[in-house]
């Protein structure tokens, strides 16, 4: 998938009906099930986030495949209208300081099979999809357990109490946008009680292209406190307890500029905050969430195409989603080390005898002056984008436009035919 950007099985086998076959047969075998390859997305992470603070950052995704009405491929239906296809929920570790991607920790793929007969707020949590959140935190703090700290990240969807009562522990945290008027133990709701709040620091910061399409700087008013949520009086939370005390941050750009959208958050943490320092590390932490867009958009139209598949079996699809997902890791990865900063260990993303591979190839790489010659320690992933960069047709000088996803999908391309020859790719 990383050579040919690609997930379809032809494009992948490149004419060679033998390997179209074996990626087929491997697809739709029984004994490759989803949960193994989920638990395959984690075995260097659990390595990479020793000691650390991890931002173990989820989300979901909609994966849409073309279907008709009389080849359905056994999807169900997602988001709006008509759509058939799979939900693809991932969580991601994050370095809390550097920001770099350690890799992934777990998740679900799965489509759904029929609508559910009882409302939402009368199922149990173990009955509705929103007990991904849960599990994949759960999934998440095995992986993690070398971390030094766990903070789990969420979007809206997240915020609901069953979350907020069974996810935090010792060295684990939650941190998500509010998307609930939650009502408080003391009397009230969440927004009354942030209302009453007073303004107390401004800051700027910068916001990149991926969360404004411009690329700008947005100049913030910050107000902070701690409230009490109260249990809801449903089904299925009866056990849990009467409530759980949380931090709120609210962020508000009150004067953006002309035709922006401004920036307004209210973020919801089981982290203390006793000063304004420690809302803005709150902000900043909550800035990192974008990343987990990136690994979706290399899934689809930036990336591998995913939703191009023509696989025949909903079961066939959701096992690629799951294998395409960990290739859109390692590009990020790359994508990140282009930079330098922290370098992770290469064999994070290469096998041994593809770093030596690399130590060969590199000599051949290295330009006459000190600009053109890779810098990165060796034996690193900055180390290998630098290779993979280079053979992607990037010229290799700071001040040209750095290397980007297509770059290093042409690298890996060519890399690999170098290793395993034309033949083997």
């Given amino acids: 998938m990383l050579c040919t950007r690609s997930v379809c099985l032809r494009q992948m086998a490149q004419g060679d009906w033998a390997a179209n076959m074996a990626f087929w047969r491997f697809v739709n075998n029984p004994q490759v099930t989803i949960d193994k390859l989920i638990e395959g997305w984690s075995l260097q992470t659990s390595i990479a986030v020793s000691g650390r603070h991890v931002l173990s950052i989820q989300d979901t995704s909609e994966i849409k495949f073309h279907t008709c009405p009389g080849h359905r491929r056994g999807l169900g239906k997602v988001g709006k209208g008509n759509a058939r296809g799979v939900l693809l929920h991932a969580m991601m570790a994050v370095d809390a300081d550097s920001g770099v991607c350690l890799g992934l920790t777990g ?49 809206r969807e997240g915020d609901f109490f069953a979350h907020w009562a069974l996810t935090p522990a010792d060295n684990v945290h939650l941190l998500s946008r509010a998307m609930h008027d939650h009502a408080l133990v003391d009397g009230g709701t969440l927004y009354q009680a942030v209302e009453r709040a007073r303004f107390c620091d401004k ?53 953006p500029p002309k035709g922006a959208k401004p920036i307004h958050w209210l973020l919801l943490t089981t982290h203390p905050i006793a000063a304004a320092a420690d809302a803005w590390r709150i ?23 995913i939703e191009d598949s023509q696989l025949d079996s909903a079961e066939g699809l959701i096992k690629l989603a799951a294998i395409a997902t960990r290739v859109a890791c390692i590009v990020i990865q790359l994508v990140q ?52 960069a280079k053979l992607g047709g990037w010229t290799g000088y700071a001040s040209h436009r750095p290397p980007g996803p297509i770059t290093f999908h042409i690298g890996m391309a060519r890399f690999q035919i170098l290793v395993y020859g034309p033949a083997n790719v």
């Fill in 283 to 305: 902000v900043s932490w909550y800035k990192q969430r974008w990343i987990i867009e990136q690994l979706f958009r290399s899934l689809k139209s930036q990336g591998l195409r």
């Fill in 203 to 255: 800051a700027v910061i910068d916001l990149p292209k991926r969360m404004d399409r411009r690329g700008r700087q947005a100049h913030l008013s910050m107000r902070f406190g701690t409230v009490v949520l109260k249990r809801p009086p449903r089904p299925g939370v009866k056990d849990l307890p009467e409530g759980v005390k949380v931090s709120f941050v609210e962020v508000v750009e009150l004067r």
């Fill in 337 to 388: 080390a282009r930079n330098g900063g922290e370098e992770l260990p290469a064999d994070f993303a290469f096998t041994p005898d593809e770093i030596e591979a690399l130590k060969a190839i590199n000599k051949t790489l290295k330009g006459r002056t000190e600009l053109q010659k890779n810098h990165h320690r060796p034996n690193t992933i900055a180390w290998a984008a630098w290779i993979i």
């Fill in 107 to 155: 998740g679900e793929v799965w489509t759904r099979k029929r609508k559910a007969k009882i409302a939402h707020e009368k199922r149990a949590l173990a009955d509705k999809e929103s007990a991904r959140w849960v599990t994949t935190a759960e999934q998440g703090r095995d992986v993690l357990a070398a971390a030094r700290m766990i903070t789990v990240v969420n979007d």
